[in-house]
């Protein structure tokens, strides 16, 4: 089959890839360790809290002599880059410094990283890889509604897709009708936003009385916040495309550091020629003579960046929990599971563990219920209580709302062993994404 009978949903042809995506393991290994080499004495070199961290932990750049030395050095966390607020964690001079971008900063001082233009044009690089891995081609127009701004889906997704050779389309978050009306006139053939805003957009296909299977739209590029396989299924089936997964944090460069391939839809290769990727138990980080877990085994995932210039990372604790698993569509490359979810927003309530992912699950495959679902945590008596809050679908009867309520509540106690409360609301009664959705509310007494 040539390049240009292949239709979205297949692979990618060979000759298309990048020179590192066909690597065999061993000259990809080889690769990563010379770049940790150079990463680590750049890292040491140029940047303070690093030369200060390493000396403190009694370890020195020479030290690395194999990929595995990594776990000797010490870890980075994003109170680390507040520390350094603004600019203390750059290892080159300001005028190399091509791009600022910086977290929204709703917890305190917001965490900033900076770009050379060689790190510019890297990650443009590793976006372009990322899209063509979901099916995007070059030609194609790509609707692009990440946030454009400080936060990094915007531009990172932009200059990504113009280095593919596609047509960008830089909508950004917000304005939903418009949003609408451009997928409808400019028939873009890849879309790229966050889950929760494509169900804000499916909302407004129906309310614009437009059929969202008819539209151009083949393939969507969803991350930024986790979702499920079940939110997979909705969205596939509602839009009758493609939905694949696109992974990254502005700490180690933004969106692109891992991808779906959308002929396997298996988890997200990492592209470890520019990172290299850990899973530690979160509880054992920080203490000494802490170790990787083996792939396979949950927990937190750590980065360090092989190739940036103007913040290089290391071990930089994500907070996400995933598993590391063998790679397949690029069999090089290994694989993260779908986020579970996000350290901090693990619940414990009374004394069993809990993420919203979960919870999406149930929501999702429970008949007459919408994807809407909001997570309110209350102090009740001494106790945390755990209230559902979920949309019923607009042609859900009463009658139907109770039994899916209790359903609900009988899954949550049966898979995850806890008790929780469930109250069905009218459809469209609860707040709609524009970008990253905060699914809990916590309420409880201090
Ligand atoms: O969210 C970068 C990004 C933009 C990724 C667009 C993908 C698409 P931050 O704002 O720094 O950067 O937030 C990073 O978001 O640590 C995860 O907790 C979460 N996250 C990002 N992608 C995914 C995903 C961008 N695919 C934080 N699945 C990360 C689950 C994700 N969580």
Redesign the pocket.
């Known amino acids: 089959m040539t390049t240009m009978q292949r239709r979205l949903g297949d692979a990618p042809a060979p000759e298309t890839l990048d020179p590192e995506e066909r690597m065999s393991v061993d000259e990809l290994r080889a690769l990563q360790l010379t770049r940790l080499q150079w990463t680590l004495r750049h890292a040491y070199a140029n940047v303070p809290h690093y030369t200060r961290a390493f000396d403190a932990h009694g370890v020195h750049p020479d030290d690395c002599r194999e990929l595995s030395d990594i776990a000797k050095f010490p870890t980075t966390s994003k109170a680390d880059l507040r520390e350094n607020y603004p600019f203390g964690m750059l290892a080159v001079p300001q005028d190399q410094v091509r791009r600022i971008h910086a ?1 929204s900063g709703t917890t305190g001082r917001p965490t900033v990283v900076g770009y050379t233009e060689g790190d510019i044009d890297r990650w443009a690089g590793l976006i372009a890889r990322s899209i063509r891995a979901a099916g995007g081609r070059p030609g194609h127009k790509v609707h692009n509604a ?1 946030g454009y701004g400080l ?3 915007g531009l ?1 997704a932009h200059y990504g897709i113009e280095k593919l050779g596609a047509t960008a389309i830089p909508v950004s978050g917000g304005m939903t009708p418009r949003q609408i009306q451009l997928i409808t006139d400019f028939a873009p053939q890849v879309i790229m936003l966050t889950p929760s805003y494509m169900l804000t957009l499916l909302d407004e296909f129906a309310r614009q009385g437009i059929d969202p299977t008819s539209t151009s739209l083949q393939v969507g590029i969803f ?5 499920t396989e079940q939110m997979r299924s909705e969205i596939e089936e509602r839009m009758d495309m493609h939905a694949v ?7 180690v460069m ?2 692109g550091v891992s991808q779906e391939c959308v002929e396997t839809k298996d988890g997200l290769h990492i592209w470890e020629d520019h990172f290299l990727p850990e899973v530690v138990d979160p509880l054992s980080v920080g203490s000494s003579g802490q170790t990787p877990l083996a792939d396979g085994e949950e927990g937190e995932l750590l980065f360090t960046s092989l190739t940036k210039e103007a913040l290089p990372i290391i071990r930089y604790r ?3 929990l995933t598993t590391l698993l063998p790679g397949t569509a690029r069999p090089s490359m290994r694989r993260m599971a779908k ?1 579970t979810g ?1 350290s901090d927003d693990m619940i414990i309530l009374r004394g069993v563990n809990l993420f919203p992912t979960q919870i999406e699950e149930i929501v999702l495959r429970t008949p007459g219920f919408a994807p809407h679902f909001q997570l309110e945590l209350t102090t009740q008596g001494r106790m945390d209580a755990l209230a559902v809050r979920v949309e019923a679908r607009s042609d859900t009867p009463a009658d139907r709302r109770v039994a899916a309520a209790e359903e609900l509540v009988r899954a949550v106690k049966e898979s995850i062993g806890v008790s929780v409360a469930c109250e069905v609301v009218d459809p469209d009664s609860l707040e709609r994404s524009v970008g990253k959705l905060q699914r809990l509310l916590d309420h409880r007494e201090k």
Do not use: N
């Open positions: 977290s990440y936060f990094t889906g990172g991350g930024a916040e986790p979702w997964d696109i992974y990254g944090l502005s700490e933004g969106p994500t907070r996400d986020i996000r």
